[in-house]
């Protein structure tokens, strides 16, 4: 099947679009089929039951008209002489219109012998017009004579018969027809609920299969790695963007592993190896709304929920697959990669991956200043990751109901971030070259937010502070320089 045979969410989520799209195909075709059969039969059954009526009026008009004749010769009415050839002109009309109506041989063949055998008898009629001789007594005796009309109609009424019997045949075998798709119509039209059916049960299945039991392996793989078992390993399984997440956070765990080994030797290296329960911190909180994401696919009522469900899932598992990056890249020395971006893009980025902790704890965030547009050159994967764990700090600290300033002030040369929390203030205070784990105030808490913080903002020459003001809690400050990037090039 084609579902089996794709690496890729997207490609996933595609084939399914195409499944659902060959079932309304398929629906629209059965309908159209239908309704072009019933159009069809509906269309010869009229066809056939006009030449039945032609035929009629043929037959009747030919017996009029010899009634005609004997009116003429036997009563000598002139007026019965004189509608005499309207009769031949009607029955001509009728006979060519039976040819029109005619869609086979074998029907052409009969309206050509029942002309002809009306036109046979039609030159018997002419000559007691044309001759003379024929009105006398005996003439007049001989056409009220019923073996005499018998044998002038008789070959007429004969091939009228068969013309008859063939269009009742073929009035029969379209009954026979529409009673056969009568008697099958109920097993055709489930046909689309039954590939409906099935489409869902499979891809279901095939979700379950290439991505949430994937999920939930790398969620338990997370859980023994923040415990320090550095060793796990998750099976790198399921779509590409799943498989490629497991990857890197088995090479991350690697590489932490051989990194706390050789850290081991001093106390710096025993500092960064400190880092792993960090990462998985990190990590835990976007698996989490990627679970919570995950678990909703299997309650949703449309595909327009199922596809923003999953869209969703591929932002953060590709916004996860940069955070891993940044934090690896820890243990080295760190590059930005500088860009231009506005501050209150980085700190909605930061926001968005706290949604769940800000709506839990009722948080009130205030934005001022979100009316700057001034650009600034940054690495937003690693400032992101430097103001998401000063936000989150901030909202950790904060209490139930509290609220969070967040102001962006437009300083000379300089765009400063200030981020007032409402919580009791820090328990120490942090310096910027100091990169060993300080105090933390959570049950969880490794120390190292704010020295990755402080690394993250010293490599683009920005300045972080914290200000704890009494009785309305501590107060960030990140002063950014304005940089333009292109300001060389426009000189080139």
């Known amino acids: 099947m084609i579902f089996s045979r794709s690496k890729s969410l997207k490609n996933l989520i595609f084939l399914h679009e195409i499944a ?22 509906s269309a010869e059954s009229v066809r056939i039951n006009a030449m039945v009526y032609l035929t009629e009026q043929i037959r009747g008009e030919f017996y009029a008209q010899i009634q005609e004749v004997i009116r003429a010769r036997v009563l000598e009415d002139t007026r019965a002489l004189e509608a ?23 029907t052409d063949n009969a309206i050509q012998e029942l002309n002809l055998s009306y036109r046979e008898i039609q030159r018997d009629m002419n000559n007691i017009f044309t ?41 029969k075998k379209l009954d026979e027809m529409l009673a056969m798709w009568t008697k099958f119509a109920p097993f055709i039209i489930p046909i689309p609920l039954l590939i409906a ?48 997440l497991a990857n890197a956070i088995n090479k991350m765990a690697l590489e932490l592993a051989e990194k706390r080994d050789a ?15 960090v990462v998985a911190h990190n990590i835990r909180n976007p698996l989490a709304s990627i679970r919570a994401t995950a678990q909703l696919l299997e309650h949703a009522d449309s595909q327009a929920e199922i596809n923003e469900s999953k869209q969703a899932i591929i932002e953060t598992i590709d916004r996860l ?3 891993v990056s940044s934090l690896v890249s820890y243990l080295h020395p760190l590059k930005p990669n500088l860009v231009e971006a506005k501050a209150s893009d980085l700190v909605d980025a930061a926001l968005g991956l706290l949604v769940n902790k800000i709506t839990e704890k009722k948080i009130k965030i205030i934005k001022i200043g979100w009316d700057i547009s001034q650009a600034l050159s940054v690495d937003p994967d690693l400032m992101e990751q430097a103001l998401y764990t000063l936000l989150a700090n901030a909202v950790d600290a904060s209490p139930i109901l509290g609220t969070i300033k967040i102001t962006l002030v437009h300083a000379e040369d300089y765009i400063e971030i200030h981020v007032l929390d409402s919580g009791p203030g820090l328990p120490f205070e942090p310096k910027p070259r100091n990169f060993e784990p300080g105090p933390s105030t959570k049950q969880f808490g490794t120390g190292l937010g704010i020295p990755i913080a402080f690394k993250i903002c010293q490599k683009h020459g920005w300045n972080l502070m914290f200000n704890v003001i009494r009785d309305q809690g501590t107060e960030v400050i990140v002063a950014a320089p304005i940089h333009r990037l292109r300001e060389v090039d426009t000189h080139e």
Do not use: C
Request: no cysteine; net charge positive; glycine share 6%.
């Open 321 to 323: 697959g940069r955070w």
């Open 263 to 277: 850290l081991l030797e001093n106390e710096r290296q025993i500092a960064l190896g400190s880092l792993v329960p």
């Open 84 to 106: 005499y050839p309207g009769y031949s002109r009607s029955i001509s009309e009728r006979f060519n219109e039976l040819r029109q109506r005619s869609r086979s041989r074998n």
């Open 131 to 171: 001759n003379p001789y024929v009105a006398n007594q005996l003439a007049r005796i001989q056409l009220l004579n019923p073996a005499f009309s018998q044998q002038m109609v008789g070959k007429f009424e004969n091939r009228y018969n068969a013309f008859k019997a063939l269009l009742s045949s073929q009035h």
């Open 197 to 244: 059916i099935i489409i869902v049960i499979y891809t279901r299945q095939v979700m379950r299969k290439k991505f949430i039991k994937p999920i939930a392996n790398i969620m338990h793989g997370a859980v023994e790695i923040s415990q320090g078992k550095l060793a796990y390993r998750i099976t790198e399984e399921g779509v590409e963007e799943v498989s490629d």
């Open 20 to 41: 659902i799209l060959f079932l309304v195909a398929v629906t629209g075709l059965l309908g159209g089929l239908s309704a072009y059969f019933w159009q069809q039969s």
